[in-house]
Every structure is written in C-alpha cells, then in structure tokens.
C-alpha cells in the first residue's frame, strides 16, 4: 500500500508514464480495424491475433507498471513492444511532408517513453 510522499509520488508518475499505453489500448479496442489495416499493410501474419496480443501487451504491461507487480516484466514488455512499433510503423524516413514531421515526433516521444521505462527498470521495489 502507498503510504508515503515518495511512494505517491512514485505511483503517479508510473501511471502517467503507462497512460499514454492504457489509452491507445482503450482508443484501438473500440476501432480496432484502422489497426489491423496498418498491421496488414505491413504484411504480418495474422494481423487480428497480432491486434489482440498487442492489446494485452499494453494493458497488462501497464497494469504491472502501475501496481509494482513483476514492473519488470511490465516494462520490458512495453518497452519491446515500443522498439518494434517505432521500427514498423514510425518509419518516417519513408514518408513525405506533414506525415513525415508528425510521424518523427511519435518517434521521438516513443524515444523518451522507452527512457521512463528504462527507470522503471532500475527503480528498487
């Protein structure tokens, strides 16, 4: 149980750190076919079982973020899944004009939200 300043502190910024998983899950599950059509145009195998795996991945990484149970189970977990999303899917250097700035911006922040969950990593439990 949270009791104490730095515990608190602690909690709110895992939970803000995993937010950004928890609601692309929330976004991606009420359409899921706009996904599964860029999972397909990149030529995946199984693209709805590969949907749904990445649902879980998110919310069950985050829920383990969030809660302090096996975070680094959690946070490799999402952090795998963040290295293969911006290798996939960031690949602005394919793309022209706005789509390209916009794309390299979630490329970037994806960058940084890898480094949240490196110290996740390597924050005592």
């Known amino acids: 149980m949270v009791s104490t300043y ?3 502190i602690n909690l709110i910024g895992r939970v803000l750190l995993v937010s950004y998983f ?3 899950a929330m976004n991606n599950s009420m359409k899921p076919q706009p996904i ?3 999972i397909k145009s990149k030529n995946f195998p199984l693209p709805q079982m590969l ?3 990445v649902l879980f991945i998110q919310v069950l990484g985050s829920l ?3 809660f302090n149970l096996y975070p680094i189970f959690g946070a490799l977990s ?3 899944f963040t290295v293969l999303s911006n290798m996939f899917f960031c690949d602005y250097w394919k793309m022209d004009g706005l789509k390209a ?3 390299k911006h979630l490329f970037s922040a994806n960058i940084a939200i890898i480094g949240g ?3 996740v990593l390597f924050t005592p439990k």
């Open 64 to 66: 383990s973020v969030i």
């Open 36 to 38: 599964i059509g860029m």
């Open 6 to 8: 730095p515990e608190i």
């Open 101 to 103: 700035v916009l794309t």
């Open 78 to 80: 999402l952090i795998t």
């Open 51 to 53: 949907f749904i795996s």
């Open 22 to 24: 928890l609601k692309a």
């Open 117 to 119: 969950l490196i110290l």
